[in-house]
């Protein structure tokens, strides 16, 4: 005993902590391996926020008007980066201490305690990624749509069936044994963002500037209960953009030591989010004003269904956006499969070994195929994911970093720090609360739209 503790000490004092994780926890073990570099973490980063949900942009704007939304793009895009850079410096402090933590819940057991990591954090952290996950597996078979309408505008193919095919390709992705598998993934996933975010900004400007541009209004609505909920939904939308979930999951990929490695990762998929987002958002409203729909990709097609964009343009960017939808549901399913793993996997076995083989494949699948039902089943889960949105990735990426460094960290309540901490808690909790509002009522104006399995 004496000597297993002198060689913890000086794998301590290396920098090299074995992970929290304890030791027969095959979730842990298989699915959150660290044996990741920053440049994969920025990978990691990059797909779980620079996803297609920034074609959205635009529609923000146009709820919030060009002052507004420009300011709130840019300070959510400074406050997340700090509240992600937080969460870094607090799993970094853990690991310092031999107490390397993988998982959030994990995280807010050790900081806060069983009861909120077992009752919020975890349930929160679960709901939002898996709701991303059906998220995309829907507008991974509206995008197919669109391809199949531009192509054979009176075709009969249904929405629900493009949905079952998108979850048929996912259901081969699921299998990837771990995150980190997942790396040269997320790198082309990294392009694909880069491309059909250029696609967006150059198909906006286009049509901006050609004869088909439509009339430009970018004033406010003049109704003020419309004006309010809608700034709401735009604040929701923009948050939601900018929304993680998984930063202690995607820092556990790092292989140890630590230190310093997550900032690198952040700075490089911030570098990207600020180039994709704002172009998108300024192009975009720019191009269309209050005419800016929910993807901006679908004003570049006409009332009548003409395209305002050559076609091969309109098929390329429709074909990145379905290619990285598949990469960012993929991400967000790694908390599903953690999980999965940790109850059906035996530790004690290999990861490729049959025990451990069959059983991932079997659950993986039916965690696809429920996503894929229920994507298919409700098209307008849109809305719900608004909902789940504003309940889940407001307080989990802004509200709890400040909150978990504040308790980790002690910073004098004189300065700056604390203070700056405590003001980002409370005016996102209340926009958190607002946003849900907000959402919820979306809902219920939609409700009379509604209608399962619907080819919309």
């Known amino acids: 005993m004496g000597e297993k503790k002198e060689e913890e000490e000086e794998q301590n004092n290396n920098g090299q902590i074995p992970s929290q994780a304890p030791t027969l926890d095959a979730g842990a073990l298989f699915v959150l391996q660290s044996k990741g570099s920053w440049l994969h973490c920025g990978y990691h980063l990059t797909t779980s926020i620079v996803a297609p949900a920034l074609l959205s942009l635009p529609l923000a704007l146009a709820a919030l008007g060009w002052a507004a939304g420009v300011i709130f793009l840019f300070t959510a895009a400074a406050v997340t980066f700090y509240s992600y850079n937080l969460i870094s410096l607090v799993l970094e402090n853990q690991a310092q201490l031999g107490r390397r933590q993988v998982r959030f819940r994990d995280m807010a057991h050790q900081i806060l305690g069983s009861t909120w990591a077992r009752y919020y954090i975890g349930p929160i952290q679960f709901l939002v990624c898996f709701g991303a996950v059906v998220g995309n597996v829907l507008l991974g078979g509206q995008s197919m749509k669109s391809i199949y309408l531009i192509e054979k505008p009176d075709g009969t193919i249904k929405l629900y069936e493009f949905v079952a095919m998108f979850g048929a390709f996912m259901l081969i992705l699921a299998q990837l044994p771990s995150f980190h598998s997942l790396r040269h993934i997320n790198l082309i996933s990294l392009f694909l963002c880069l491309s059909y975010s250029a696609c967006a900004t150059a198909g906006s400007v286009y049509i901006g500037q050609s004869s088909d541009a439509p009339h430009r209004d970018y004033s406010l609505p003049s109704d003020q209960q419309d004006l309010v909920f809608g700034v709401f939904n735009a604040i929701a939308i923009i948050a939601t953009s900018y929304g ?9 990929t790092v292989a140890p030591p630590v230190q310093g490695k997550m900032f690198k990762g952040l700075c490089l998929c911030y ?7 704002f172009s998108v958002a300024v192009s975009g409203y720019w191009a269309f004003g209050n005419l800016a729909k929910g993807t901006i990709l679908s004003n570049f097609i006409a009332g009548n269904g ?8 309109l098929l390329m960017a429709n074909i990145f956006t379905i290619l990285q939808l598949s990469a960012v549901a993929v991400v967000y399913l790694q908390p599903t499969n953690e999980v999965l793993e940790g109850i059906f996997a035996d530790p004690h076995k290999g990861q490729y070994s049959a025990r451990n083989v069959v059983p991932r494949i079997v659950f993986r699948s039916i965690s696809v195929v429920m996503a894929t039902v229920i994507a298919a089943m409700l098209p307008f889960f ?21 909150v978990l460094y504040n308790i980790t960290f002690r910073p004098s309540m004189r300065g700056a720090v604390f203070w700056a901490n405590v003001v980002i808690a409370v005016v996102f909790s209340v926009f958190a609360v607002l946003a849900s509002i907000a959402a919820v009522r979306q809902i219920v104006l ?3 739209n509604y209608k399962l399995f619907a080819n919309v």
Do not use: M
């Not at 993680?244 to 556990?252: D, F």
């Not at 570098?271 to 987002?277: E, K």
């Not at 003409?306 to 343009?313: Q, T």
């Open 446 to 448: 939609d409700a009379k």
């Open 382 to 402: 849109g809305d719900i994911n608004a909902v789940i949105g504003a309940f889940g990735f407001l307080p989990l990426d802004f509200v709890v970093p400040a």
């Open 306 to 313: 003409r395209p305002l964009v050559p076609k091969w343009f």
């Open 244 to 252: 993680n979930g998984i930063i202690p999951e995607i820092q556990a």
């Open 271 to 277: 570098a990207v989010a600020v180039a994709t987002f």
